[in-house]
Nanobody
């Protein structure tokens, strides 16, 4: 199983970016998938999860109302639409998938990880 994150870049505060996470090797259409981020000198933190057959979602308070997670099962790809970006959103963003479905916010609940993509938000 491989996850490949892409879509990062440099954007001004208030701007938008869309990250993608392409999955190969198996399908996670109704399993839990999430995004985490790690800023320089900071610990990895949970951003958002999509899980369950109904694609339920749960967001960290810091991104609620600005970020939107979604997935295209036909393409086996997950997306993270990030709007109204702030300098504090600057981080390496990684996508992850879990074998077991559930509302997982801890990184050790995930079994598969993609290489990160860097998001830099300038003030």
């Amino acid at each position: 199983v491989q996850l490949q994150a892409s879509g990062g870049g440099l954007v001004q505060a208030g701007g938008s970016l869309r990250l993608s996470c392409a999955v190969s090797g198996r399908t996670f259409s109704s399993a839990a998938m999430g995004w985490f981020r790690q800023g320089q000198g900071k610990e990895r933190e949970f951003v958002v999860i999509i899980y369950g057959r109904a694609d339920s979602t749960y967001y960290a308070d810091s991104v609620k109302g600005r970020f939107t997670i979604s997935r295209d099962n036909a393409e086996n790809t997950m997306y993270l639409q990030m709007n109204r970006l702030k300098p504090e959103d600057t981080a390496v963003y990684c996508c992850a998938a879990a074998r077991r479905d559930g509302l997982w916010t801890r990184s050790n609940s995930y079994d598969y990880w993609g290489r990160g993509t860097l998001v830099t938000v300038s003030s």
